[in-house]
């Protein structure tokens, strides 16, 4: 994900300050990784660096002094850019569960028994997601997030399921390379 863009986007509605961006991001974003405070004002400086954004003025609403934010017409037409671009499919697997049946098979492991652990995990965590997203009040975001997560999750666990039955097989090839 584009924390460049993302704030962008979160400034198209107007000018806002660092905290306030995070707030929303964590807010708009729920299943995503939360920022920290220091990614977000390095990545705002950046885009000010860049002309993306600039600075709007301060305020201190009875607190501390914030810098307030704002795409620049530059920004808005970059954003707009990135948001109509094609997502690429990743074109290698980089999967970690992938690459642990590997290593389980080569170093004399047990893939099957890490399998079934794994798919423990990943059952574990559906539950929390349909959970959350059918609780009382859940808004759309949380909901379309926890339904990202769960097709993930899903397609996960048939990947597991067919390597499990497939485990002889790869043994055999793994060991005769």
Do not use: C
Not at 2 to 7: K, Q
Request: zero cysteines; glycine letters at 8%; proline letters at 5%.
């Amino acid at each position: 994900m584009s924390t460049r863009h993302i704030l962008l986007g979160l400034l198209a509605s107007g000018p806002s300050h660092g905290y306030d961006l995070k707030r929303r991001h964590d807010d708009r974003f729920p299943q995503a990784r939360p920022l920290a405070y220091g990614q977000v004002y390095t990545t705002l400086q950046r885009l000010v660096r860049d002309g993306l954004a600039e600075i709007e003025g301060t305020d201190s609403d009875g607190g501390p002094e914030r810098t307030m934010y704002r795409a620049t017409d530059e920004g808005t037409g970059e954003l707009t850019r990135w948001a109509g671009e094609i997502a690429p499919p990743a074109p290698f697997v980089a999967n970690e569960i992938f690459a642990k049946v590997v290593v389980a098979i080569l170093s004399g492991g047990d893939p099957a028994g890490y399998l079934s652990a794994q798919r423990a995990a990943h059952m574990e965590r559906m539950r929390e997601l349909t959970a959350l997203k059918a609780a009382k009040g859940a808004d759309l975001a949380t909901v379309l997030s926890a339904d990202y997560a769960v097709t993930h999750l899903d397609a996960d666990l048939r990947w597991m399921t067919t390597t499990a039955a497939r485990l002889t097989t790869l043994t055999a090839e793994v060991d005769a390379a």
